[in-house]
């Protein structure tokens, strides 16, 4: 009977965070496992768990990635958008730590990346 509940609580957690994902509630900038817990009704225990053994990752990589996924979509669709802008609408209180997030997830700053994508037409 453990094994099926578990199961069954796996598919409600996996329902919940791909709908808060689709929703895209990570790039609010005061997201924490905890609050994250209390909006889905789910024991942060049980959430962190679940991003551990579905993304391989903690919680906070978790968020950074999407985040940091959503940043270089809003530089391409944006050529002209700032880094302060970018930083403010994925989640973040100020740029430079968005730019020490970005070059930590993709090895570059954010305007080496956008130099790179930009030069290279790869944003065709």
Do not use: C
């Not at 099926?4 to 791909?18: E, F, P, Q």
Request: charged share 25%.
């Amino acid at each position: 009977m453990r094994n099926r509940r578990t199961a069954k609580d796996n598919d409600k957690i996996k329902l919940l965070v791909n709908e808060w994902v689709k929703n895209k509630e990570y790039l609010k900038n005061d997201i924490g496992i905890e609050k994250l817990g209390k909006k889905l009704g789910i024991n942060r225990t049980y959430i962190s768990n679940y991003i551990n053994d579905i993304y391989q990752v903690n919680f906070n990589t978790w968020i950074h990635r999407m985040r940091i996924a959503d940043a270089k979509q809003m530089i391409i669709d944006n050529p002209g958008i700032t880094m302060w802008q970018i930083s403010i609408m994925t989640g973040y209180a100020d740029q430079a730590h968005f730019s020490k997030l970005f070059k930590l997830i993709t090895g570059v700053s954010p305007m080496k990346w956008k130099k790179q994508v930009f030069d290279n037409g790869l944003n065709s």
